[in-house]
């Protein structure tokens, strides 16, 4: 038996998430393991099963650990998935691919997994954000390709491009079928190459809508990554706003020195 410290200043459950985040991070509970029942870690760790719960959401919400309803809770398998920002949009990636895939696609495979992309396309009027970016009027008609993006069926990202209308209509961004090459080969195809990026990062909780379409546990926040794509003539082109769970993401950039 593992007593926790009432002499500590933490919450008891802080105190056993603590340990049990402890045995993850070693090795001790590998990934995909089974995690020990409620009541034993109740026993194991001389506490009530009120702190064991607790303590499990506060793992739960942290990714650590994934609960499978009829089965039990489980040291989450997957590690977090690397999102490449200063890779994501790369003209020498898709160059790579020879239009065969879509830098998402090429990431998620090189990480060992299968990715999947479900689009739908509508034309609305900008709000003020977006219009900021693409330098027009709050109102103006743009076209915007939402997406659910998925490795090994399961959702991960959900990305919204917002593009002028009168860069895209009647070109393939405007068709919800998959882009086998990625939209920004569209738009270099239709003489706005894209040359430079710049990046806005914030971070919220999620909507009830982007729960359910993520499948998020409880207390998971997003990053939020707003793209502004600008094309061979400095011209704002895209505005891409992509959702990252908190849980499944690691954030990276390259940068020259």
């Known amino acids: 038996m593992t007593s926790l410290n009432p002499a500590d200043s933490r919450p008891?459950?802080?105190?056993?998430?603590?340990?049990?985040?402890?045995?993850?991070?070693?090795?001790?509970?590998?990934?995909?393991?089974?995690?020990?029942?409620?009541?034993?870690?109740?026993s194991q760790y001389d506490t009530s099963r009120n702190t064991v719960r607790l303590?499990?959401?506060a793992l739960r919400n942290e990714g650590l650990i994934v609960s499978q309803q009829g089965r039990g809770t489980f040291v989450?398998?997957?590690?977090?998935?690397?999102?490449?920002?200063?890779?994501?949009?790369?003209?020498?990636?898709?160059?790579?691919?020879?239009?065969?895939?879509?830098?998402?696609?090429?990431?998620?495979?090189?990480?060992?997994?299968?990715a999947r992309q479900v689009s739908t396309v509508e034309v609305v009027p900008a709000?003020?954000?977006?219009?900021?970016?693409?330098?027009m009027s709050a109102g103006t008609t743009v076209a915007v390709r939402r997406r659910v993006m998925y490795a090994d069926n399961e959702p991960l990202q959900l990305g919204d491009s917002y593009y002028p209308i009168d860069i895209v209509q009647d070109s393939k961004i405007m068709n919800?079928?998959?882009?086998?090459?990625?939209?920004?080969?569209v738009l270099e195809d239709l003489g706005h190459t894209p040359t430079r990026y710049e990046d806005e990062i914030t971070w919220r909780m999620p909507t009830v809508d982007e729960v359910a379409k993520l499948h998020l546990g409880p207390g998971i926040p997003l990053g939020r990554l707003l793209r502004t794509s600008?094309?061979?003539?400095?011209?704002?082109?895209?505005?891409?706003?992509?959702?990252?769970?908190?849980?499944?993401?690691?954030?990276?950039?390259?940068?020259?020195?």
Do not use: C, K, M
């Not at 690397?82 to 990636?93: D, F, M, V």
């Not at 882009?179 to 080969?185: A, L, M, S």
């Open 12 to 42: 008891l459950y802080q105190q056993l998430a603590a340990a049990l985040r402890d045995r993850i991070t070693s090795g001790d509970l590998q990934p995909g393991a089974r995690f020990p029942s409620e009541a034993d870690l109740a």
């Open 55 to 57: 303590a499990l959401d």
């Open 230 to 257: 600008f094309d061979q003539n400095d011209l704002p082109i895209e505005v891409y706003v992509v959702l990252l769970p908190g849980d499944r993401h690691v954030l990276l950039y390259e940068v020259e020195a």
């Open 176 to 185: 919800p079928a998959d882009v086998v090459e990625g939209t920004d080969q």
């Open 127 to 135: 709000d003020a954000e977006i219009a900021r970016h693409l330098n």
């Open 76 to 114: 989450r398998s997957a590690p977090p998935t690397r999102y490449y920002a200063s890779l994501t949009g790369s003209r020498a990636q898709r160059l790579e691919a020879e239009r065969q895939r879509d830098t998402f696609t090429q990431q998620i495979e090189r990480q060992g997994r299968t």
